[in-house]
């Protein structure tokens, strides 16, 4: 297998602490990393710790007599089929533009010919400044793409644009660059969130979905080169990026959304929909009684999502469902499997005192035709990689 060689540069600035679960996904994606390090990027972190995940030679000083031998900085920068910068620091973008080379990571970088991706990290104001701001529109050419940085909280405390790309959507832009992706050419359907059933203009019923399982699932299989149409419950998750989001309330907009989109090759219905709307919904809000009467609902069931697809004229190739449980999760998960008819069900234990639900890290048993597999327990997006590693096996 012709294996892709990433040298990635790491520079100094706080997101370099996520450098190692970057190189740990883009590793278990198939790719070969090498690292280079500047010296600001190892007061964050350690080339031990580097040089122990990559599996590699870590490269830091450009004047070192034995690695000059063994492989020049002329050569490093011409041996990748893709430099990574991550994070980018406003000084090393600055340094590209200007063809600063006082150190080895930029003068690779003014060395090379080879394509270059570029995730910026930095302070809202740093990003904002002009000269940033002028250097960025020098480097966003045909050679150098840029990845994020994305808006959020800083590890300084503040809020804005800066914040480096997260982990998956940079392994997802290393993947589309190569167009190496397992799923290139796949639409993949997910949903997500929970719903919200109205009783009246301020009043609804929803659960207790945070939409995170989904929203891992949809990311991880646009790593993979998919084409994700993602739709959602409101959630207070964010959305990917990269996947295309369709944002709806009840579980009817949600079926309606669906069934737009068909066909796809391939859907995972992790959103928690709800089971029943409520009859007679109220255009006026309902009002407290005086006499003390407290007003009653009536509901009606909601039409399955999944058991539609499942059936459709339009079937996917691949329909998977969850199934959240609290009892007998085997024996349920199983019933659900053949009465709404698709191809696999997500079985988990949504029990209060699993934390599951709101929580980080799921524990997961798939259910096909052949039987069961139980994993052990994850973090979501682990649980995501791995789900969507098994959706290459039937889709690829
Ligand atoms: N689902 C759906 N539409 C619904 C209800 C559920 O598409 N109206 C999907 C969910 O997205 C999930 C699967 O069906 O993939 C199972 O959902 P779950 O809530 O576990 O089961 P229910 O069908 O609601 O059955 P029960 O409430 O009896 O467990």
Sequence with gaps: MDVKKILLIITGGIAAVKAPELIRRLTKHGFKVTPVLTKAAEKFVTPLSIAALARSKVYSDLFDLKDEVEMGHIELSRSADL??????????????????????????????????????SMNVRMWDHPATQRNLALLDNDTVKLIGPNKGEMACGE????????????????????????????????????????IDPIRYITNRSSGTQGSAIAAALRDLGAQVSFVTGPTDVPVPLGVTAYHVETAQEMLDAVQELLPVDGAVFAAAVADWRVDGIQDKKIKKSTSGDVPELKFLENPDILAIVSQHAKRPKLVVGFAAETDDVIKNARNKLSRKGCDWIVANDVS????????????VTILDKDGVEAWEELSKTEVAFRLAQRIVGTLA
């Design 83 to 120: 430099i990574l910068v991550a994070p980018a620091t406003a000084n090393i973008i600055a340094k590209m533009v200007s063809g600063i080379s006082d150190d080895l990571a930029s003068t690779i970088l003014l060395a090379t010919d080879t394509p270059v991706m570029v995730a910026p």
């Design 159 to 198: 809020y804005g644009l800066g914040r480096m790309a997260e982990v998956s959507e940079i392994v997802g832009s290393v993947e589309q660059f190569f167009h190496s992706g397992s799923l290139v050419g796949k639409h993949l359907l997910v949903t997500s969130g929970a719903t919200r059933e109205p």
């Design 352 to 363: 209060s005192s699993t934390g599951i639900v709101g929580g980080q890290n799921n524990t």
